[in-house]
């Protein structure tokens, strides 16, 4: 900085301290008469040198408190007349904050409420001194800080200024909006009235700032994080109160608050405040911005979950809050968004996306702030950058926002939405009041209090010549989520299957004509909520969630197997178990494994094999479709083997290696791991062994949300027991176990190939005993790969195996739902990884790796220790994912059928899917089934459900016997029994 900027920016800071005064110097350690001033302590310069270069007040992290006291006058120099007040500012950094004011409470705050502007009483604007007392507790994670700390001098009334208190902050406005300082000024003393007068007079002279703000208040509040979610009733209590009552007092304040589930509870357990709320809704001053059931996770839900967040969250909002029009989904904090969110979305009436995340970009800035977000179909969404949110009303703040929005987006009018967040809270009457003390104040930006909806209204005005968006919305932080806490993931996906299970039993009870009620998803949707499901929460939140998952799963599999009862058989059909295979798939090859003793179906003997572990392994005959098969278990017929399809073929190659097939892929296996993997055509998939490997995990800020980004090079060691332990040799099943050592903790990894399966299963069991380190299983690539699929949530992704842009290098960690594939160069093949739930993984060209676990310390100290299952398979592919029915495998794979001593008959109750269509949602319409699916592939797809069934479109009212399904689409087919 040259001596002339140095000089304006002292006479700018000299000018400045008429209405402000620095008090980070006067701070001194409470209870000790010798303690000297804070600022000078050198724990903070040697610890954290950026904080200490700005400032900072700072002190070690741990939840150590620091008490910190001065003894206030009234500063020389300020007016005392009764037209001034004045406020003590403060913005901290620390889990909890207290202000005592001659030893009376008179502020609190925490981590999200971490500001405050309390008005000095009129005792000390006549003289008498004030003792302060700050108490500050440093976050667990983080080292604490008091950001700043000063007093404002301002007019006691708005819309008056007569001893010209705000001319210091004015000029800062006039400043911020590109103003200029005239060269004179460096003659005039700051301090004196001289200088005070040329400031107003430039100020009155000077061009008003251009553009305005669209203000409301709103409350962002997590469901659950460093709290547990007992606490957000009583925190979403407190700010709906609060709202309700600066409504009273404010009548130009519009607020605004997202999530059904919070107004559900609400409506349930405090009624009459809930019929406030709808009270303010009806008057057009309390808006419901909402679209899913809660601000849920969207990128590690299956399409299915997805699809009834929005329609539960929206069905709930027209019945709550008719008077409003529901076509926003509002989303501000979830880690980001996946590339089929348009299409479940658009299903469902909503026209509008809005979020924040992607403003926390890490690598590549997100390039637009209003855009149209188009998925791969057809679905297209209007979409809108927000502001930050948690902010207050500081007019320096509005306009840099301004600024930034007419820069990105040539608009004038820029939207504001102030509040507490993130624990609630929500506009305060100190906010308000500086608004209205800004108000008419030319150097500051004129506003006008509104609704969303009516600043979403103006701006789609404009929506045709907006940027088009054709991708995910991939946030460039948080890479871990897919892997920390995989026993929610675990939950998740068990919950999932049943529910969907339970709706296909009500969709087959409706085509019998039997009523049978609905599912309830709200206790998983609830879960899914973007700091349940990632795992990012305290421990508390996860232990009171565990009773949840655990009722809710119990649950839907009794109302499952409750309507799977119900459904109508022959009178004689006595059985002693029966398979349902529920989802309309192409084929089915089911294997299961049941109680000891011979098994027929009508009468005829099923292939057998006695289990390892008990019971005995039975192949049933291949399937289509929804089906029922019923089974007999003949304990006076003597076992007759009948020839399995497709058997398992075990062959010693000696030196301890074996080779494993059954005419659909072939591997080879040794104490050191899986050596080589083939498919039908023959073409070896691995160039080296299957590698697990682990690595140093330590070092990011967001310990639980974020992988380092540096892991690769910081390698640790797994080590092999050297042991194969054989179970099953076939020709049904053939099951080999594996051990390794890693640090402190151990795993066995089982192989298991079945007959007649087009996949290898790996079944990974750790007891987990690490910190901050990653678990990976790495697929070294005997082809080149040139692009990889993979499926997310509503919809499939596809991207080149070799980086090349910015954002494609930045994905170098992405989350997948049940599969990812590698596609080969002319004439094509690949390997494709089918997943039992959601993980993280990451690929190049020569190699596929999937993240199996962590070991954060923060916000959870335990999370992911004690022992895991999960399952992957490998499915070598001759051509491209979608020819070979890739979604459908995944969906065999997680969802195997179920098994049960229920009654059946031997039936296809719903006809098959081709191929390439995949079954998201079966449920019932009426009289009818409701089929939700999707076109995962590049083609256009036909299908004719055959003779006895009509078919159309959910929006049609005309059926036939076949639909067109284009690629990308995401449709809801209604099905239904022809005469």
Not at 503 to 523: F, H, K
Not at 702 to 711: N, Q, R, S, T, V
Not at 793 to 798: A, D, K, Q, T
Request: some cysteine.
């Amino acid at each position: 900085m040259n001596p002339e900027q140095v000089a304006r920016s002292e006479w700018i800071e000299t000018f400045r301290s008429r209405s402000r005064r620095d008090l980070r110097a006067d701070w001194r350690r409470s209870g000790s008469a010798k303690a000297g001033v804070f600022l000078d302590e050198t724990w903070g310069s040697t610890h954290r040198p950026d904080w200490a270069k700005r400032g900072l007040l700072i002190w070690p992290r741990g939840r150590q408190w620091l008490r910190l006291e001065q003894r206030l006058f009234w500063p020389d120099g300020w007016c005392n007349r009764e037209s001034c007040c004045a406020r003590l500012v403060l913005s901290w950094w620390a889990e909890h904050m207290r202000l005592w004011v001659d030893d009376v409470l008179v502020h609190e705050g925490d981590l999200f409420d971490t500001a405050c502007r309390w008005p000095l009483p009129e005792r000390c604007r006549q003289g008498s001194a004030l003792n302060l007392l700050l108490e500050l507790r440093s976050p667990l994670h983080d080292d604490g800080a008091l950001i700043s700390s000063h007093l404002d001098l301002e007019p006691q009334s708005a819309g008056t200024d007569p001893e010209g208190t705000l001319l210091p902050s004015a000029l800062e406005l006039h400043l911020a909006a590109d103003g200029d300082l005239p060269p004179h000024w460096a003659d005039l003393d700051p301090s004196g009235a001289e200088a005070q007068v040329a400031v107003a007079t430039h100020l009155h002279q000077a061009a008003s700032p251009g553009g305005s703000m669209h203000w409301l208040g709103h409350a962002h509040l997590d469901l659950a994080w460093l709290w547990p979610v007992a606490d957000t009733w009583q925190a979403a209590e407190r700010t709906f109160r609060s709202a309700l009552a600066l409504m009273q007092r404010w009548p130009e304040l519009r607020f605004a608050h997202s999530t059904p589930a919070l107004y559900a509870w609400m409506e349930q357990h405090r009624p009459a405040l809930f019929a406030e709320i709808q009270e303010a809704s009806r008057d057009g001053r309390w808006e419901p911005i909402n679209g899913p059931w809660v601000e849920t996770d969207c990128v590690l839900v299956s399409t299915a979950s997805l699809w009834n967040q929005f329609a539960l969250g929206q069905d709930d909002s027209r019945r709550r809050f008719p008077e409003w029009v529901h076509e926003l989904a509002w989303l501000p904090d979830s880690f980001g968004f996946a590339a089929g969110l348009p299409a479940v979305a658009a299903a469902t009436g909503v026209r509008w996306f809005c979020t924040h995340k992607l403003a926390w970009n890490a690598e590549n800035p997100f390039p637009h702030r209003v855009f149209r977000w188009r998925g791969r179909g057809r679905s297209e969404l209007r979409s809108l950058m927000l502001p930050p949110i948690g902010r207050r009303a500081d007019p320096v703040e509005m306009l840099v926002e301004q600024r930034a929005w007419h820069e990105a987006t040539g608009l004038e009018t820029a939207l504001w939405i102030p509040g507490v967040g993130d624990h609630g809270g929500g506009p305060t009457d100190e906010l308000l009041e500086q608004i209205e003390l800004w108000e008419g104040q030319t150097n500051a930006l004129p506003t006008q209090a509104g609704t969303v909806r009516e600043f979403l209204t103006e701006l789609e005005r404009g929506d045709q010549a907006w940027p088009v968006w054709r991708d995910e919305l991939f946030l460039e932080l948080h890479r871990g989520c897919a892997t920390s806490r995989p026993d929610q993931k675990r939950h998740n996906r068990t919950l999932e299957r049943l529910l969907r299970e339970a709706d296909a039993a009500s969709a087959l009870l409706a085509l019998a004509g039997q009523d049978s009620g609905s599912s309830d998803w709200r206790p998983l949707l609830f879960q899914q909520f973007h700091d349940i499901l990632p795992g990012t929460s305290i421990p508390e939140v996860f232990e009171q969630a565990e009773p949840v998952w655990c009722t809710a799963r119990r649950q839907a599999r009794q109302e499952r197997d409750r309507r799977l009862a119900r459904l109508p058989r022959a009178n004689d059909s006595a059985v002693d178990w029966s398979w349902w295979g529920l989802q309309p798939l192409a084929s089915w090859s089911p294997l299961v494994r049941l109680p000891a003793g011979s098994w027929s179906v009508d009468a005829v003997s099923l292939p057998q094999q006695a289990a390892a572990v008990g019971g005995t392994w039975v192949q049933l005959p291949r399937q289509q479709g929804s089906c029922s098969v019923p089974l007999r278990l003949e304990p006076g017929l003597k076992h007759c083997p009948s020839e399995p399809r497709h058997p398992v073929v075990i062959a010693s190659l000696g030196s301890g290696a074996w080779r494993l097939g059954n005419d659909l892929v072939e591997l080879e296996v040794s104490a050191a791991g899986l050596l080589a993997f083939k498919g039908r055509d023959g073409r070896e998939q691995l160039s080296a062994p299957l590698q697990l490997e682990r690595y140093r995990d330590r070092g990011e800020f967001w310990d639980a949300w974020d992988l380092a980004a540096g892991y690769r090079s910081n390698p640790l060691g797994v080590d092999s027991t050297g042991s194969l332990q054989w179970l099953d040799k076939g020709p049904l099943v053939a099951h080999l176990v594996l051990r390794r050592k890693i640090g402190a903790s151990s795993m066995r990894l089982d192989l298991r190939l079945k007959a007649d399966t087009p996949w290898l299963e790996l079944i990974c069991s750790i007891d987990w005993c690490q910190t901050h380190e990653l678990l990976r299983l790495e697929l070294p690539l005997a082809n080149r790969a040139v692009r990889i699929g993979a499926d997310t949530s509503g919809g499939v992704i596809e991207r080149p195996a070799e980086p090349m842009t910015p954002r494609e290098k930045a994905r170098w960690e992405v989350p997948v739902i049940s599969w990812f594939a590698s596609q080969s160069a002319a004439p094509g093949g690949g390997l494709a990884v089918l997943l039992d739930g959601p993980q993280g993984v990451d690929w190049s060209p020569s190699r596929l790796g999937i993240s199996l676990l962590r070991g954060p310390t923060w916000p959870d100290p335990s999370a992911d220790q004690g022992w895991h299952r999960q399952r992957l398979a490998l499915m070598p592919l001759s051509g491209s994912w979608s020819d070979a029915g890739v979604p459908q495998a995944a969906i065999a794979f997680r969802e195997p059928g179920c098994c049960a001593p229920l009654p059946a008959e031997l039936r296809q109750w719903v006809p098959s899917l081709p191929n390439q269509l995949t079954p998201i949602a079966l449920q019932r319409n009426g009289g009818d089934c409701l089929l939700k699916l999707m076109n995962a592939g590049s083609a256009r797809c036909r299908w004719a459900p055959g003779s006895g069934w009509r078919i159309r479109f959910q929006a049609d009212s005309t059926a036939t016997d076949q639909v067109v399904i284009a690629p990308g689409d995401l449709v809801s087919l209604v099905l239904s029994q022809s005469s």
